[in-house]
């Protein structure tokens, strides 16, 4: 199972940005990302990797962690086998790798997903 994400890059503050994750076609079936649940992390330097927001496998439920809440969407569309993360009113403190990740339930710790993808940079100036 390979994740792919994509659509990082450096933006203002105030701007909006929309992160993609892709399910790779080598060993990724269609019907395989349809049964995943899937997530978000971020990483900044020097700090612990962060919950931002998690899906469950059909899209009709999602949970966010506390600083994203409001302003990031996550969103499942399993006919094309991505995963978007809609970032709206960016702040510095977003600036940080984001990561994907699919598993088996819809957790906040990082520790219950399987497989990951290799992350995007997310770079928000004041």
């Known amino acids: 199972v390979q994740l792919q994400a994509s659509g990082g890059g450096l933006v203002r503050a105030g701007d909006s940005l929309r992160l993609s994750c892709a399910g790779s076609?080598?060993?990724?079936?269609?019907?395989?990302?349809?049964?995943?649940?899937m997530a978000w992390f971020r990483q900044a330097p020097g700090k612990n990797r962060e919950f931002v927001g998690a899906?469950?496998?059909?899209?009709?439920?999602?949970i966010y962690g506390d600083s994203v809440k409001g302003r990031f969407t996550i969103s499942k569309d399993n006919v094309k086998n991505t995963m978007g993360l809609q970032m709206n009113n960016l702040k510095s403190e977003d600036t940080a790798v984001y990561y994907c990740a699919a598993g088996n339930t819809v957790a906040r710790a990082y520790q219950m997903y399987d497989y990951w993808g290799q992350g995007t940079q997310v770079t928000v100036s004041s």
């Open positions: 899906i469950s496998w059909s899209g009709d439920s999602t």
């Open positions: 076609t080598r060993g990724f079936s269609v019907r395989s990302f349809t049964q995943y649940n």
